[in-house]
């Protein structure tokens, strides 16, 4: 599908995901009566560095799975960082053990189609790539997208 317009290449992409499950989609709320949580805000699959839902795509951030706070000590600050963000998926509602993504942003399929890019979704010389991580060099989307759905559908 080299030279595939971005919008086909997306469809077929659902086409070849629906049946695998999808994982959650969380934001993060605060209130002065409530400690800080993080909600459910929808699924998407998660496709290396993009979660596709079923009418959108998102840049991901941060992957985290919930768990009920606990205390306990720990050797560094960035562990206990961590836990305080499983916690507070857990305080949203979220199952133990569960997945979230939290801090995604929407890509604007419209520009990217249109010659631009938005997250890491790019058309270079008419062809969608994509740039798979932040130092990462752009790969076409089309085989980036067979490669991440080929070894999703290979998990036990």
Known sequence: MIG?????????????LSGLPQEALGREKTSRWRAPRIVRAGSAWHVGALLISDDAVFATAEVLR???PVRRGY???????????RAEASRGGFADGETVHVGWTPIDVAAVSAGGS??????????PS???SA?????LLSAYL???IALLRALP
């Open 75 to 85: 050797a560094a600050e960035s562990a206990r960082a961590r836990a305080e963000r």
């Open 4 to 16: 595939a317009p971005l919008e086909a290449l997306l469809d077929g992409a659902r086409a070849a």
């Open 118 to 127: 938005s997250g890491p979704l790019v058309l270079v010389d008419g062809v």
């Open 66 to 68: 919930a768990a009920a």
């Open 130 to 132: 994509v740039r798979w």
């Open 146 to 148: 067979d490669d991440r």
């Open 135 to 139: 130092a990462g060099a752009l790969m």
